[in-house]
């Protein structure tokens, strides 16, 4: 539903914010959450709002197939594919549809980040918070 997506990109945009550079950050460039890595060909530094928003559209929003699950599980895949990547949040999808068990399963994702790069750690507070946004937002409806 494409109410649904203008809820759930304003939610992704809200916690994404605007360009960054940061060294430390796997995705590299990154701008409103479009990551260089991920995206390559868009020229990250001068991407605009709009810009992200269709890039949402198309390479999260229609390839998870969001339109085929109802709020919250639309949102929350939605925004899993964007934080944790595509093919990461289809794999929790078929592990199970309840929301709270795909927040969860984040959760145990971001964890095991960690423990792979223990230099993750200093973006852990940062997903953490963002899940229990991410709960209290899909709790109100589309």
């Keep these: ?12 945009l809200e916690h994404e914010g605007g360009y960054v550079c940061d060294p430390f950050d796997q995705g590299g460039e990154t701008n409103w959450g479009i990551s260089k890595r991920a995206h390559p060909t868009v020229d990250i530094k001068n991407l605009t709002r709009e810009g992200a928003i269709a890039i949402y559209k198309a390479s999260y929003w229609n390839a998870m197939k969001c339109n085929d699950y109802p709020w919250p599980i639309d949102a929350i895949l939605f925004d899993t594919a964007v934080n944790q990547g595509p093919s990461y949040a289809a794999t929790i999808a078929f592990n199970g549809v309840k929301a709270f068990d795909l927040l969860f399963a984040r959760l145990k994702n971001y964890s095991a980040i960690v423990k792979r790069r223990p230099e993750s750690a200093r973006y852990l507070r940062g997903w953490i918070n963002r899940i229990l946004d991410l709960y209290e937002f899909t709790k109100e409806g589309p």
Excluded: G, I, L
Excluded at 1 to 12: G, I
């Design 1 to 12: 539903m494409e109410e649904n997506f203008d809820k759930a990109v304003e939610f992704v």
